[in-house]
């Protein structure tokens, strides 16, 4: 058992130490990115042409239940009444 112990403690510290050895690598780096972008040049957003609309898909479900309620009550209120 002495002899299991020795090698076992050994092999554990061979261990620890090739884990130190390692190289830490690095999360994040904005390296590069902006040289990319400007590549093809950063441009505006298209504008629509006359008659499109932008699409709604993809939007929050919240946000727009709430635009259908104002669309459909738009011009209703206290002042239209007069």
Same mark, same amino acid.
């Given at each position: 058992?002495?002899?299991?112990?020795?090698?076992?403690?050994?092999?554990?510290s061979?261990?620890?130490? $090739?884990?130190? *050895?390692?190289?830490?690598?690095?999360?994040?780096?904005?390296? +590069?990115?902006?040289?990319?972008?400007?590549? #093809? %040049?950063?441009?505006?957003?298209f504008?629509?042409?006359?008659? $499109?609309?932008? *699409?709604?898909?993809?939007?929050?479900?919240?946000?727009?239940? +709430?635009?259908?309620?104002?669309?459909?009550? #738009? %011009?209703?209120?206290?002042?239209?009444?007069?």
């Amino acid at each position: 058992q002495g002899v299991q112990k020795k090698e076992n403690t050994l092999r554990a510290s061979v261990a620890l130490q $090739q884990q130190a *050895a390692m190289a830490k690598s690095t999360n994040h780096t904005a390296h +590069n990115q902006s040289y990319k972008n400007h590549r #093809n %040049g950063i441009k505006k957003p298209f504008a629509l042409k006359k008659g $499109q609309r932008r *699409a709604l898909k993809g939007m929050d479900p919240k946000f727009l239940r +709430n635009l259908r309620f104002a669309k459909k009550h #738009n %011009g209703k209120g206290r002042e239209s009444e007069e």
